[in-house]
């Protein structure tokens, strides 16, 4: 079986329960230090090779926090919503765009007003997690962050926002 963030995570559910995996998640998605003990080796969330890469002291840069993040996404406790939502305001695109995905995936509603910075994000992607996840957490008074990313310069956007306001009225039953 190959080695990908579901199978680690689930490997590291089995071994220490669901509960401190996604707080471990949480905690590293706050910026924790990745070497601390009290915290899941971070081999768990972004691959063997991190091992040596920490072994050495090697800067990470944001991947804890990204990888954190993917965490919750195979591994999600509401009492990380708050992370998770602080997290699309991180200095890191792909810390916010992983966030985006994480509120998409478990429908975290209390993410919606930092879901609606993420729509203008400078970063194409972030721009379409964002959309995508105001489809499935939104209100009709979230329609209008999506609307406006109809005339982004980026056509994947574009394309993404349409979907999201089919989505978003097929939710809410009416028209956004």
Excluded: N, Q
């Amino acid at each position: 079986m190959a080695d990908t963030p579901l199978r680690r995570v689930a490997v590291l559910v089995a071994l220490i329960g669901a509960e401190a995996v996604a707080d471990s998640c949480a905690a590293l998605l706050r910026g924790a230090d990745p070497t601390d003990p009290s915290v899941p080796a971070l081999a768990w969330f972004g691959g063997s090779s991190e091992v040596s890469r920490v072994a050495k002291g090697l800067d990470l840069g944001d991947w804890p926090r990204v990888w954190a993040a993917r965490g919750l996404l195979h591994c999600y406790r509401p009492v990380a919503a708050p992370a998770v939502v602080d997290g699309l305001a991180d200095e890191s695109w792909r810390v916010r765009e992983m966030c985006a995905k994480v509120v998409r995936a478990h429908e975290i509603g209390s993410a919606a007003a930092a879901l609606h910075r993420c729509c203008s994000d400078d970063v194409t992607r972030v721009r379409v997690a964002a959309v995508r996840g105001l489809a499935t957490v939104g209100e009709s008074e979230d329609a209008k962050p999506i609307r406006d990313r109809l005339d982004d310069e980026d056509p994947t956007v574009v394309a993404a926002a349409e979907t999201a306001l089919r989505d978003l009225s097929r939710r809410l039953d009416h028209d956004v």
